[in-house]
Structure formats: structure tokens, C-alpha cells
């Protein structure tokens, strides 16, 4: 079993800046993908950017160039720091780990105010 604990999020200013942690334990396969996804209210849940363990990186469009995805591999936790933040960046934040089962943490608000 693998669990996944999130940093806690907040609320901020548009414009604002916010980095989100996520350590991971248990048995992790050595090659993995971490990373995040958000699901706003009324919407799919949806990718916000991902992480290898060879360290490929995948963003979605909404968060390129004002979001920064990065690993410690030997602490098993991922950071996404999140800058420029903007009203429908507003969503329940989810950490991923998948390899090879795929394990979802319980979810953390960030609410950004206009």
C-alpha cells in the first residue's frame, strides 16, 4: 500500500503565489509518475502537471509558464509551485502516484479570490 499526504492549501489573491507538497510511503515501485490533478466544482477532474522518476515533466496548457512541478526521489515527495495563480486555478488539488497501481491523496482546497 502506498499512501500520498498533502501539504495544506489556502486561499489567496489572484496573482498570488502557493507551492503544494506531497510525500509519499509504503511500497513505491522505484519507477513511478507523481504529480497533481484538480477537479473545480461541476468539472472533471483534470491534469495539472506530472513527474517521472526519470524526471520527464508534463503540463497541462492552463499552467505553463506559472506552474513548476519538481521531485525529491530519495524523500518520495513532489512539490508544485504555483505562481501567477488566477481565479479558475480554484479547484480541490489531488496528488497521483502511479507505478504501477495508481494511489490518490485526499485532496487539498486552493481557492484564489479576485
Known amino acids: 500500500q502506498v499512501q500520498l499526504v498533502e501539504s495544506v492549501g489556502g486561499l489567496v489573491q489572484a496573482g498570488g503565489s502557493l507551492t503544494l507538497s506531497c510525500a509519499a510511503s509504503g511500497s513505491i515501485f522505484s519507477i513511478n509518475v507523481m504529480g497533481w490533478y484538480r477537479q473545480a466544482p461541476g468539472k472533471q477532474r483534470e491534469l495539472v502537471a506530472v513527474i517521472s522518476s526519470g524526471g520527464m515533466i508534463t503540463y497541462a496548457d492552463s499552467v505553463k509558464g506559472r506552474f513548476t512541478i519538481s521531485r525529491e526521489s530519495a524523500k518520495n515527495t513532489v512539490f508544485l509551485q504555483m505562481s501567477s495563480l488566477k481565479p479558475e486555478d480554484t479547484a480541490v488539488y489531488y496528488c497521483?502516484?502511479?507505478?504501477?497501481?495508481?494511489?490518490w491523496g485526499q485532496g487539498t482546497q486552493v481557492t484564489v479570490s479576485s
Open positions: 497521483t502516484l502511479r507505478g504501477p497501481y495508481t494511489y
